[in-house]
């Protein structure tokens, strides 16, 4: 059995969304792994059965090893590369995970939309209060402090 290496990275975010790119190739030579649906002939070489597993997707490499996949929900992902069975291909792989982590506030705009949103949530509370206050004061309630 070969080693295989599966990367993840964030190649582009948004607020809303995410695009990771996976890349799988073998270890020791740093070959890309493509995957395709059925097993590869006897003769091919780094042609391979088999899948990768990230966010409930299954996805599948070209022929340079890489696949991409968007995100929309903020958290963090396992991708899981599952080979085809050893007895089934040549040269045979092992499986191999990555983590890639994605939040809006890992960004100056996501802080600033944070904070806008919880600027918004607290309006309404310090209107009512000031309001409290200030029809407290003219009927003459006494000073709340």
């Known amino acids: 059995l070969n080693a295989s290496t599966l990367t993840a990275s964030i190649i582009a975010k948004n607020g809303t969304a995410a695009t990771v790119l996976l890349e799988l190739e073998e270890t020791e030579t740093g070959e890309p792994i493509e995957l395709t649906k059925t097993a590869s002939s006897p ?9 990768i597993q990230i966010a ?18 903020p958290g963090s992902y396992t991708a899981r590369y ?16 990555a983590v ?5 506030l890992t960004s100056p705009a ?6 806008i ?3 918004l949530y607290i309006l ?10 200030k029809l407290a004061e003219i009927f003459g309630f006494g000073a709340m402090r």
Request: hydrophobic share 35%.
């Open 56 to 73: 409930e997707r299954r996805i599948r490499t070209n022929a340079s090893g890489q696949a991409t996949v968007q995100l929309t929900d």
């Open 43 to 51: 003769g091919a070489t780094r042609i391979q059965s088999g899948h």
């Open 117 to 119: 949103r919880v600027g």
């Open 82 to 97: 599952t080979p085809a069975p050893w007895v089934n291909v040549r040269p045979a792989y092992t499986g191999d995970t």
């Open 110 to 115: 996501g802080w600033l939309a944070a904070g």
């Open 124 to 133: 309404p509370i310090a209107l009512m209060w000031y309001a409290g206050r």
């Open 100 to 104: 890639v982590r994605w939040h809006p």
